[in-house]
């Protein structure tokens, strides 16, 4: 059975610094992982999609890597900045679609 | 205007009762699901459906039913609330066209309580 854990559960650091958010599971045998924000109270957003041929993608000041064989997947976020203040989930999936999601990282950013 | 749309937003509701929370998408995209998310658990996957006559269940599907009424609504029902069935509900949706990647597309969530 799939198993997904984001380590930590809670992070804080000041603004401006970069960091880097785990993400690891059980299984190698993936579709894809998708790395997502969730604002309080709030859906969850797409922020990044690796396919499992993919080693990593990029979009802005984001970072995700995968490392299929070690079971890991890393998201960085350079230049932090009090509006990435969130909950960051990362999910794996086989290739049904059905996602298997980790207990996520809260992000806090202070000024 | 959101692409993917929960309602209600909120529903407080009391044991025994029937429960329905609905889910569209204006998207086009064939696949959806319902999710459910505790705090401590993350999400889990209740039901899904790859098209209008395609459904199957999820990891905790017991106490849950679902009905896709065309291409574009999902509807989840709860058919006799019970205390731990509260919980803040998402329905996603993603495409499974040639070019896709399967990115699933979430809704702003549905939060249900039970008394």
């Known amino acids: 059975k799939q198993e997904v854990t984001q380590i930590p559960a809670a992070l804080s650091v000041p603004e401006g610094e970069n960091l880097v958010l785990n993400c690891s599971f059980t299984d190698s045998a993936i579709y894809n992982l998708q790395w997502f924000r969730q604002d309080p109270g709030k859906g969850l957003t797409s922020l990044l999609l690796?396919?499992?041929?993919?080693r990593e993608q990029t979009s802005g000041r984001l970072n995700a890597s995968l490392d299929k064989s070690s079971g890991r997947s890393t998201l960085y976020i350079a230049a932090s900045q009090p509006g990435d203040s969130a909950t960051y989930l990362c999910a794996v999936s086989r290739n049904t679609g059905k996602l298997i999601f980790g207990q996520g990282t809260t992000l806090q950013v202070k000024p | 205007d959101a692409d993917v749309t929960q309602t209600p937003r909120n529903r407080i509701t009391k044991t025994g009762k029937r429960i329905m929370l609905e889910c569209s998408q204006t998207k086009g995209h064939d696949r959806m699901y319902w999710y459910r998310q505790d705090p401590g658990l993350g999400l889990r996957l209740i039901y899904y459906?790859?098209?209008?006559?395609?459904?199957n269940k999820g990891e905790i599907s017991d106490g849950y039913s679902v009905s896709r009424q065309a291409q574009a609504k999902f509807s989840l029902s709860l058919e006799s609330a019970i205390p731990n069935q509260t919980a803040l509900y998402f329905c996603a949706t993603s495409d499974s066209g040639r070019a896709s990647t399967d990115t699933q597309y979430f809704g702003p969530g549905t939060r249900l309580t039970v008394l």
């Open positions: 459906s790859f098209d209008v006559k395609d459904i």
């Open positions: 690796i396919q499992s041929s993919q």
